[in-house]
């Protein structure tokens, strides 16, 4: 088993929910796209490998550091969005069979995010 550890200096962020303009075209909110993209962009500076695919994740475990102001599935979610396509391949089941997450209350002004990945 191999383990990658990071660590992401970006503020806590939950999953965002399509938005729907006239004639129902969904769109992604501006500041949640800038937040994935940052985030990937991080990871993607810490991952040197092609995204882990189907059987090589073991399991995911994510501590959150900062205000108790979300729910803790919308704040993995939005941490699952990021790191598809640059660590892991999709966030299906059938890739990703195990994923722990856990909050730790800190002030606003340091959020944080830690992400552990083990896999094959």
Not at 61 to 81: E, K, Q, R, Y
Not at 96 to 106: A, D, F, K, P, Y
Request: aromatic share 10%.
């Amino acid at each position: 088993m191999k383990q990658a550890d990071f660590v992401l200096p970006v503020n806590l962020q939950p999953k965002a929910r399509p938005r729907f303009r006239r004639f129902g075209k969904a769109y992604t909110d501006e500041k949640y796209r800038a937040w994935m993209e940052n985030t990937a962009s991080i990871l993607s500076e810490w991952w040197p490998h092609p995204p882990l695919e189907k059987g090589e994740v073991i399991a995911i475990h994510m501590i959150f550091h900062g205000p108790g102001t979300s729910d803790l599935d919308n704040l993995a979610g939005a941490v699952m969005d990021a790191g598809q396509g640059v660590v892991w391949a999709s966030d299906r089941v059938t890739v990703i069979r195990r994923l722990e997450l856990e909050w730790v209350g800190s002030k606003k002004a340091d959020q944080f995010i830690v992400l552990k990945v083990i896999y094959q």
